[in-house]
């Protein structure tokens, strides 16, 4: 019996190594994309509160020629809080892009009262190509463009 228990220790040495190799790469892409997902989601709360804070400066502006300027102003002020690429984004930099302009109402749209002025800012960013998380598998489930709107009511 003694020899039994010795054999099988022998046949099964190396085993545990092998089971650690086989299962560290599923795991390790499990964590990162839990990891690159976080990232993600926090990048895209930024970004929707960059297009609120760009709406609401051109709301309070009077003067109708500086909503644009103060809009995409506001939108690099509050993109500031990321931290991957130079730390600068700006709008219409070649990345992140903002269109500020008077908000027209399509077809069956009704965030703005017909009897009032509104102002929309749009912001987008590349993400699935600009992001800070490139792992081959873990990039390809990020998606492609991030996008928020906001309208506001100017009048």
């Known amino acids: 019996?003694?020899?039994?228990?010795?054999?099988?220790?022998?046949?099964?040495?190396?085993?545990?190594?092998?089971?650690?190799?086989?299962?560290?790469?599923?795991?390790?892409?499990?964590?990162?994309?839990?990891?690159?997902?976080?990232?993600?989601?926090?990048?895209?709360?930024?970004?929707?509160?960059?297009?609120?804070?760009?709406?609401?400066?051109?709301?309070?502006?009077?003067?109708?020629?500086?909503?644009?300027?103060?809009?995409?102003?506001?939108v690099a002020e509050a993109m500031g809080a990321v931290i991957f690429g130079d730390g600068n984004m700006v709008c219409n930099d070649g990345v992140l892009v903002c269109d500020a302009e008077p908000y027209v109402a399509g077809a069956g749209e009704t965030p703005c009262a017909a009897d009032a002025e509104c102002y929309e800012v749009t912001v987008s960013y590349p993400y699935r190509a600009e992001g800070p998380v490139q792992i081959p598998l873990v990039n390809e489930l990020m998606p492609e463009t991030l996008e928020y709107s906001a309208v506001v009511r100017v009048s």
């Open 1 to 74: 019996m003694g020899r039994m228990r010795v054999r099988r220790r022998r046949e099964e040495r190396g085993a545990s190594a092998v089971e650690f190799a086989l299962l560290v790469l599923p795991l390790s892409l499990l964590v990162f994309g839990i990891i690159a997902f976080g990232i993600m989601l926090s990048f895209r709360q930024t970004l929707s509160q960059a297009a609120t804070e760009g709406a609401r400066a051109a709301a309070v502006q009077i003067d109708e020629t500086k909503r644009q300027g103060d809009a995409e102003a506001a």
